[in-house]
C-alpha cells in the first residue's frame, strides 16, 4: 500500500484504505495546529511526487508539504528467527500448490494474494511480519475459498508430521450436512 513521506510537516494521521485513498491531516509547524489549508498543488511527474503549499488556519503561516508514494519493504520473521524479503510470488506459489487440481482459478488465487498483501501492509505498522501471521491469513482465506486447500496448506505451514494431525484439524472445521463449510473457524481453535 502506499505511504507518504511528508517533510516540512507531520503526519498526524493516515488511513490507507481498500482503494489507495489517503486522509491526511497536517500540523503546522509553527504552532502546531491541525487546521490548515492547502493554497496549491503541484504535481511533480518526474519525481512522483506532489508539492502542497498549505496555509495554517489558526496562525495564518505558509509552508510547503512533500507527498511520494512509497511501497513499504516488507521483512517476514521465519519461526527460525531468519529473516526474508516477504516475496509475493513465492506466497502465491504456496497457496497454487495447496489448490492443485481443485476448482480455484488463478485470478482467485492473484486476489488472495494481493488481500493478503493489503492486510499485512494495513494491519501492521511494523516492516518485520512473523510468517505465523501471514500463515494464519492465508489459512482463513483458504479455509473460506477451498477447505481442501485449506487442510493441505495447513498440513506443510504447520508441518503435520502424524494423521492425527489431519484428523484434529479436520474435526474443527464446522460443515453442513451437506459437507460445506459453515464458518470460518475462530482464530483461537487452531493456532
Ligand atoms: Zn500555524
Do not use: W
Amino acid at each position: 500500500m502506499h505511504f507518504f513521506d511528508v517533510y516540512f510537516s507531520q503526519i498526524m494521521l493516515a488511513r490507507v484504505g481498500f482503494d489507495c485513498y489517503c486522509y491526511i491531516i497536517m500540523r503546522c509547524p509553527y504552532c502546531n495546529s491541525s487546521d490548515s489549508r492547502v493554497a496549491d498543488s503541484r504535481p511533480d511527474i518526474e519525481d512522483a511526487v506532489i508539492r502542497r503549499r498549505r496555509v495554517c488556519n489558526q496562525c495564518g503561516a505558509k509552508f510547503t508539504t512533500v507527498e511520494r508514494v512509497q511501497m513499504r519493504d516488507l521483512t517476514i520473521r521465519k519461526n527460525s528467527g531468519k529473516l526474508e524479503p516477504f516475496d509475493r510470488e513465492k506466497l502465491a506459489r504456496s497457496i497454487k500448490l495447496a489448490c492443485r487440481n481443485r476448482d480455484v482459478g488463478d485470478d482467485q488465487i492473484d486476489k488472495l494474494v494481493t488481500s493478503i498483501h493489503r492486510r499485512i501492509e494495513t494491519e501492521t505498522a511494523d516492516d518485520i511480519v512473523p510468517s505465523s501471521m501471514v500463515g494464519q491469513m492465508v489459512s482463513d482465506s483458504l479455509l473460506n475459498l477451498d477447505p481442501i486447500a485449506f487442510v493441505r496448506f495447513v498440513s506443510v505451514y504447520r508441518k503435520f508430521s502424524k494423521i492425527s494431525d489431519f484428523k484434529k484439524i479436520i474435526d474443527q472445521i464446522p460443515e453442513d450436512d451437506e459437507g460445506a463449510v459453515v464458518c470460518k473457524l475462530p482464530k483461537t481453535s487452531l493456532f
